[in-house]
């Protein structure tokens, strides 16, 4: 499994005996926050400026096996260092330039970079920005997320498996899923319209209109989900033609017409680990298919109890036919987790519900 580097207490300048000094307290944990990195690691912090992203200072860290936190606390520095300075801080593997999302070398641990603080002693706000190389793109992909314990607002594994296995479709390295394939690689004389369910940050949403011109993505989420979905989609460098749009939507009471034209990808990540959440989800997805039956549904997930298994139950007995592939992501000790895809189909026929 991938770690993240995240923020228990964001950056702030403090001042003691008259020196300025920047602390934080950052943790390495999973996408759930419920495991710690169980590895010595090397870290560097970087101070720097805000506007331009000029290092001013870096310091070496180190995350030890048994640490569930580590303090950071760079500096002295005089007063006059720190004046009318707006900064930010990053935190990175020592030995890693960037984060690329590519098959078999994606790292194991995510850096993070604050939000901007100072020149005050007020905390950054309580975000945390990935900066994402998909593959060979020069541009990355900037995604905020939340520093609390709320899951909807952070990345989550599939959700990286997911852009990898779409950048692999679209430039055709990959040919699992045949349809996937056909739809994202044919010429289009209109846009293609992708929703995303349960969009979270909106990471695999973004990611695909910037991997694919000439598409229209809507994000959909509950509303709690707003604020940062749309600080990811005023931070996204889409393709020239293509759009971003997010809306609200509870599954339990879904619009009649989420989309103006019919839809050509659903796209599902990350979406079923809650056993009691399955059944709407998939209710969900009938009512989609409905209005528009060629559809595709990309679903990625990430195992993590027993109880996920019935949604393949429900996608059967609501004759979604299915595809299947698989992405490897890092996880400790130089092993690899296993990212399951389907992608899937409505059948046609008579036993159609």
């Not at 973004?206 to 959909?220: F, K, N, P």
């Not at 019919?262 to 209005?291: G, Q």
Request: aromatic share 6%; with cysteine.
């Amino acid at each position: 499994m991938v770690y993240y580097i995240r923020f228990l207490k964001t950056p702030r300048f403090q001042v003691q005996k008259k020196s300025v000094f920047i602390s934080a307290l950052i943790c390495i944990t999973t996408d759930l926050g419920d495991d710690f990195l169980a590895e010595d690691v090397d870290l560097i912090a970087t101070w720097a400026q805000y506007s331009s992203h000029k290092a001013l200072y870096q310091e070496p860290l180190k995350w030890e096996a048994s640490t569930r936190q580590l303090p950071v606390m760079l500096g002295p520095f005089s007063p006059n260092d720190v004046a009318q300075k707006t900064s930010i801080l990053n935190i990175q593997l020592q030995d890693s330039q960037k984060d690329t999302l590519r098959v078999n070398s994606t790292p194991l641990v995510m850096s993070g970079c604050s939000a901007s603080f100072g020149p005050q002693s007020e905390p950054a706000e309580k975000l945390i920005l990935r900066e994402l190389y998909v593959a060979d793109h020069k541009q990355p992909l900037k995604i905020w997320e939340e520093t609390g314990n709320s899951i909807a607002r952070h990345i989550w594994d599939a959700a990286l498996a997911s852009i990898i296995f779409l950048e692999q479709t679209i430039q055709g390295t990959s040919k699992e899923m045949p349809a996937l394939s056909q739809l994202l690689q044919a010429p289009r004389s209109s846009p293609l319209q992708a929703v995303e369910l349960g969009a979270g940050c909106g990471i695999v949403g973004i990611a695909l209109a910037t991997m694919l011109d000439h598409c229209d993505v809507l994000l959909t989420d509950l509303p709690e989900v707003e604020e940062i979905v749309t600080l990811n989609i005023n931070e996204a460098r889409p393709q020239p033609s293509s759009r971003i749009h997010y809306q609200t939507l509870d599954w339990d009471d879904p619009p009649p017409n989420l989309c103006s034209r019919p839809i050509d990808l659903i796209l599902v990540s990350d979406c079923t680990y809650n056993a009691d959440s399955l059944p709407t989800l998939v209710s969900v997805l009938n009512r989609l298919v409905e209005t528009s039956p060629k559809a595709l549904v990309l679903v990625a997930l990430k195992r993590r109890h027993e109880s996920e298994a019935v949604f393949f139950d429900l996608m059967r007995a609501a004759a979604f036919a299915p595809l299947q592939a698989n992405v490897q992501l890092p996880a400790q000790h130089e092993e690899v987790d296993h990212i399951e895809l389907y992608c899937y189909r409505r059948q046609a026929g008579p036993d159609v519900p």
